[in-house]
């Protein structure tokens, strides 16, 4: 398995073995067994509680066995990982080798074990293997479960494990354990202030002693509010930390300040107040006072205005209180008045409700937790989301702006409250609900929402509005309404777009790549180091009523690239769909591993009309999680205006040809602007291509000895640059380039351009000739090749596939193209590792074959096969040619099929081998729509034919050797895994380490000793017994 578990790993093979101690076979153990015993496998005892703090042991036994376990494997996890944690697991007896995993927020825990010669027998039937320790955390109650449990005997059969049982485990104590309250200006006016004595008043409501309450300023809703104890911040007028009431009685130790405004010193006074005690008993209370200010008034002479900062201008500001039991922490709110604030902080606090605005993009500010639009409107609808059923109160706060010459004042920033209202708003059974407010003119209105109760909760982001008459009432014709930076933070792009942290999502977890690797395909490489992940999830964008174009930004950044991913097969380990706004589908079992391989970006837009005032995408996965890394929406012409959209456009190259054409020829590339709006650049990337290495050589660098530069050979279009991009060696020039992009004026609708260039294939780079045999490229050669079209308003992307004849392809870029359907082959193991992520391939010595289609349901598919050969013919020295590698088409055949309606489909087809260089028979598949055009490219499959073939090459090198495994006694079994040459302890060791490797299980008959039809951990006890003398 690969799954993104945020906080965990897969199972996985073990990372470290050692067989020092296996010396010896377990007694008995001559030969191996193919059978073994049913058993169930629990957890006991069943029931147990603890306080928090406290701990239970919970062991695993496995109730009936044979007499002993040899083997054992599998993952224990918490139902809910909020009460308790999983802190230990040990192992009974004295395995040789063992791998434990504990997940970060210790919620689940995987482990294995391989006890070798000290195999683990119990006093009867039943045998514990390991002991679990959970800690309770919070009161609660929580399941510990065997998610998977494979066990195995001492001969490495396994056992037939019909139920797995699991436990109970109830946390007791208090979520008030750690509890305070604290209030600012309690009750009083918008004139109140907190330099005034007794101001904030801090009360022990917990069941423990209080030693820390922590206030942080940085996120309050009227911003740049700062603890000013020397005066240096705001006004003249100075006051520390001042204790007015219970310092005594509390134990008040000190007040100290923190986190400099400026980051650098105290001259812009401090973001945190921690006040320290030894001994603030429950029932207790301290009172104080100290000196804020906004900072946009440092150097004024006089005191009072925006100088007399009150508890409710404070709300948002975080409250963290810790005692010997931990910490808990809430936000400052509203407390009902004009002037004051409270929070309770304790176990029991509701999250942050979302707050947006409907039809409204908010953009970032320079305040940490503040999001802000100028909008044309008087009249404007919030949107609140949160807990289903729960009251949310909405706090609005009308800011008078700061002074233009105040101290560093930014957009958006008021410093003192003018007026304050509030509203309560009951959440539907969807946890949304709307609230009508209308805006102030000339002041900024500040809006900040927490989920109401006796003690209110977190806040939300505070959302600022600007009315402006004169600024537009609604998006512009290509406009960004929404962009969002899934799982991450704040981020401009290259090119403007600006990305809001995550927001409007529902569901899901965040995942983050380490490193900071290079992503190919965009130059906005920290966009796509993040994602939100699951299985569903959605984001909910509020919008107006109209037609949106929405692109969806993909890169595989854990399938392949995490040390977590544990197996080397990554096609189909993420397979997902996601639904826009509702009706068909329109991205379906889609595999970014399979389509652009990893660490590669990858987009795809749609265009929606939106009727209810809400954008919705939904993510939903077939297998493992479905997941984005950004989100943009564009507002669309609807046909009022005359603004950009995003282009669209039809490509033929070499169309309706043979299997000789090429695109040397003048016009072999045909494009036709079938949009409304004008296409600025044209993009073609061979890197993908079905046929590998295929790469443009204007400069007769790469490929035969002759080279063409693009020559427009058509259309009333202006071309204004011609850039190759994308060495194909990453170096130099010397393997020609991937992609060609071609900057154009005046292509306008209706109108078609031509031209032509050289492609060419790299392996004959050495050849002396002008024209080698494999030289001339035709379309069909190019298929998989990804065609990108692009203005002001957005880019539209499709693949190049055949079109129906031997030599030509073509691409329909329409924003709507059919997603990509992935192909097998029935009964044959795909090696993965060949040509690049997207190809696998086998040898096979049966000329028919069956393709299997996987894609949408119900939908036609075409699948082409091409019999390349490797033309090598006065090539002297061939260049980085590779197994399963052609170069050249020589026989083309289209099949056509239909998906059912689990989306599946099968294509007989029957193999050729026309010379001793072919028998490359390569597959590809796509979807046509409702229209008849074709979709994107399938994943590539390579079966070389060869009748002469045993059909069993052998597997390659497993793991990290470099020589593939042999069979040394010629038994069909690959004893010699580590493929030295000779069969030994160490080929049991590379076993043991690798027996979930990609090549293991697509080799499963060379490496299934026990005979049972898979290769699991058992197979590795068959080999360490067969080494010491058994069978294998």
Do not use: C, W
């Amino acid at each position: 398995m690969t799954r993104n578990r945020g906080a965990g790993t897969a199972l996985r093979p073990l990372a470290a073995i050692v067989f020092a101690a296996m010396l010896v076979v377990s007694a008995g153990a001559a030969g191996v067994a193919f059978a073994a015993t049913s058993t169930e496998v629990s957890v006991l005892a069943t029931s147990q509680t603890v306080d928090v703090g406290q701990t239970a042991t919970f062991e695993v036994v496995v109730e009936n066995t044979d007499g002993d376990v040899g083997a054992a494997e599998g993952e224990v996890t918490l139902t809910d990982s909020s009460v308790a944690q999983i802190t230990d697991v040990s192992y009974a007896g004295s395995p040789a080798s063992t791998n434990v995993d504990v997940a970060s927020d210790g919620g689940s825990a995987t482990f294995a074990a391989f006890y070798g010669s000290n195999s683990l027998a119990g006093d009867g039937p039943s045998v514990t293997v390991l002991t679990v320790t959970v800690e309770g955390t919070a009161a609660g109650q929580t399941g510990v479960d065997l998610a998977e449990f494979l066990v195995f005997d001492d001969a490495g059969s396994g056992y037939d494990v019909t139920a797995t049982n699991g436990a109970t485990l109830t946390v007791e104590g208090s979520d008030d354990a750690t509890s305070a309250t604290v209030t600012a200006n309690d009750g009083e006016g918008i004139a109140a202030s907190t330099y005034g004595g007794g101001s904030f008043a801090i009360t022990n409501d917990g069941e423990t002693d209080v030693e820390s309450v922590t206030i942080d300023l940085s996120e309050s809703v009227v911003p740049d509010v700062v603890f000013d104890p020397d005066g240096t911040a705001g006004d003249a007028v100075a006051k520390g930390f001042s204790p007015d009431g219970g310092a005594s009685a509390t134990g008040l130790v000190d007040g100290t300040f923190s986190a400099p405004h400026n980051g650098v010193d105290g001259e812009d006074g401090y973001d945190v107040l921690t006040i320290a005690f030894d001994d603030f008993q429950p029932g207790e209370t301290l009172t104080f006072s100290v000196d804020i200010d906004p900072t946009s008034i440092k150097d004024v002479d006089s005191s009072g205005g925006a100088g007399s900062v009150s508890g409710l201008e404070l709300a948002g500001s975080t409250v963290t209180v810790t005692s010997a039991d931990g910490s808990v922490t809430n936000d400052l709110f509203t407390d009902g008045s004009a002037g004051g604030a409270q929070a309770t902080a304790n176990g029991d606090v509701a999250a942050a409700p979302t707050l947006g605005v409907q039809g409204v993009t908010l953009g970032g500010t320079d305040f940490p937790a503040h999001a802000a639009a100028t909008v044309g409107d008087q009249s404007q609808t919030l949107t609140v989301d949160g807990p289903a059923g729960e009251s949310v109160t909405l706090l609005h706060v009308v800011g008078t702006p700061a002074p233009a010459a105040g101290y560093d004042v930014d957009d958006y920033e008021a410093n003192m409250a003018a007026s304050v209202s509030t509203q309560t708003v009951a959440l539907g059974s969807d946890g949304s609900a709307t609230v009508a407010v209308s805006l102030s003119e000339g002041d900024y209105d500040y809006f900040l929402a927490a989920v109401a109760g006796e003690n209110s909760g977190r806040t939300s982001q505070t959302v600022i509005l600007e009315y402006d008459s004169d600024a537009p009432s609604g998006p512009s014709d290509g406009e960004v309404v929404f962009a969002v930076n899934a799982g991450g933070n704040q981020y401009t792009a290259t090119d403007g777009t600006e990305y809001a942290a995550d927001t409007n999502f529902g569901g899901g977890s965040t995942y983050s790549v380490s490193g900071a690797p290079d992503v190919a395909n965009t130059d906005d490489d920290a966009l796509y180091h993040t994602e939100r992940y699951g299985d569903p999830f959605s984001y909910d964008v509020p919008v107006e009523n109209g037609v949106y174009e929405v692109t969806l930004q993909f890169a595989e950044i854990y399938q392949g690239v995490s040390p977590n991913d544990g197996d080397t097969d990554q096609i189909g380990d993420r397979v997902f769909s996601a639904n826009v706004e509702g009706g068909a589908v329109e991205l379906v079992d889609y595999d970014i591993y399979a389509d652009v391989g990893p660490l590669s970006a990858t987009e795809r837009t749609y265009t929606v009309e939106v009727t209810d005032g809400e954008l919705n995408v939904e993510f939903s996965a077939s297998a493992d999680n479905a997941k984005v890394s950004a989100i943009v929406v564009r507002s669309v012409e609807d046909g009022s205006g005359g603004g950009p959209v995003a282009p669209n456009a039809s490509v033929a190259v070499t169309p309706d040809s043979g299997v000789d054409a090429t695109t040397y020829t003048g016009g072999s590339f045909q494009v036709t602007n079938t949009g409304e709006s004008a296409i600025e650049t044209l993009t073609l990337d061979l890197a993908p291509t079905m046929l590998p290495d295929m790469v443009f050589d204007p400069y007769n660098t790469a490929g035969d000895n002759v080279g063409k530069e693009f020559s427009l050979d058509g259309g009333a279009v202006t071309v204004t640059n011609v850039e190759y991009a994308d060495f194909h060696n990453g170096v130099d020039d010397t393997a020609g380039y991937d992609s060609l992009v071609v900057t154009l004026d005046g292509f306008d609708p209706g109108e078609t351009m031509t031209f032509s260039v050289d492609n060419d294939p790299t392996s004959i780079s050495s050849t002396p000739l002008g024209s080698q045999a494999a030289g001339p490229v035709s379309g069909l050669e190019l298929s998989g090749a990804t065609v990108t079209v692009a203005n002001e308003a957005g880019a539209t992307t499709a693949d190049l596939v055949g079109d129906g004849s031997a030599g030509g392809a073509e691409a329909s870029l329409d924003g709507d193209v059919a997603p990509a359907p992935t192909i097998g082959v029935d009964g044959v193991s795909l090696d993965d590792s060949i040509l690049s992520a997207r190809h696998a391939g086998a040898t096979v010595n049966e000329q028919a074959q069956t393709v299997t289609v996987s894609g949408p349901a119900n939908a036609p598919v075409t699948l082409v096969r091409v019999e390349g050969v490797l033309d090598l013919s006065d090539v002297p020295t061939p260049y980085d040619v590779e197994d399963y590698e052609a170069n050249k088409a020589v026989v083309v055949e289209y099949y056509s099929t239909t998906t059912d309606a689990t989306g599946q489909a099968t294509v007989a087809v029957d193999l050729t081998n026309s010379s001793a260089d072919g028998g490359l028979n390569y597959f590809v598949a796509a979807v046509e729509d409702g229209d008849g055009d074709p979709g994107f490219a399938s994943n590539y499959v390579v079966l070389r034919y060869d009748p002469s073939s045993t059909g069993d090459d052998g597997p390659g090198p497993v793991g990290e050797f470099t020589s593939p495994p042999t069979d040394p006694d010629g038994d069909g079994v690959y004893e010699d895994v580590n493929g030295d040459g000779s069969f030994t302890v160490s080929d049991v060791q590379a076993f043991f380490q690798n027996f979930e490797d990609g090549v293991v299980q697509a080799n499963e008959d060379a490496f299934d000793v026990n005979g049972d039809g898979s290769v699991t951990i058992s197979d590795v006890q068959a080999l360490f017994v067969a080494l010491q003398g058994g069978n294998s």
